[in-house]
């Protein structure tokens, strides 16, 4: 059994990349106001926001656990909507994880636009769970923020 893997998740979006691109770069900290049940936090611990090398601690609550989960950005590109964040610390790392990173992007698809997680990881060891429970999770948030998106630009 494989201990490296590669996990994606699609999501149908109605809002422009850009922003989504803005949100998790820029703005992070906004989508705990957004979704308070969810996210409970986006702080940045080093760096300016949104910057290479900068390095932001997610909390949230994922299957009833409140988790925390430091990373650094390590590349962005504007073009793409895109951001990849590896994580350093905390959740998913503890006891599951010996290296993870998480990449997000934006992509045209027909009329609208697809986001796209991808999650890249090695496992301390066979047991360990694929990460579908933080792919849905993350699934759900970017749903959820197009559709606030949505609301809140028609108002």
């Known amino acids: 059994m494989a201990l490296s893997g590669k996990l994606i998740g699609y999501v149908e979006i109605t ?4 922003v989504f691109h803005d949100f998790l770069r820029h703005k992070p900290h906004e989508v705990a106001s957004i979704f308070p049940d969810k996210v409970h936090g986006c702080d ?3 760096g300016q ?3 290479v090398g900068s390095t932001v601690c997610w909390n949230f609550t994922l299957d009833g656990e409140k988790k925390s ?3 650094i950005i390590e590349a962005v590109d504007e073009e793409k909507h895109m951001i990849v ?4 610390e905390g959740f998913p790392l503890e006891g599951l994880y010996k290296s993870f990173t998480a ?12 986001a796209t997680w991808t999650f890249e990881y090695e496992k301390l060891n066979a047991g360990v769970p694929y990460p579908t429970a ?3 999770f993350v699934c759900t948030v970017t749903k959820d923020l197009d559709v606030h998106t949505i609301d809140t ?3």
């Open 69 to 71: 989960s430091k990373q």
């Open 15 to 18: 809002s422009g990349g850009d």
């Open 103 to 114: 990449t997000f992007h934006v992509e045209p698809k027909g009329d609208g636009k697809l």
């Open 49 to 51: 926001r949104g910057d």
């Open 134 to 136: 933080l792919m849905d």
């Open 85 to 88: 964040l590896k994580v350093v």
């Open 44 to 46: 940045l611990v080093e």
């Open 153 to 155: 630009n028609k108002k």
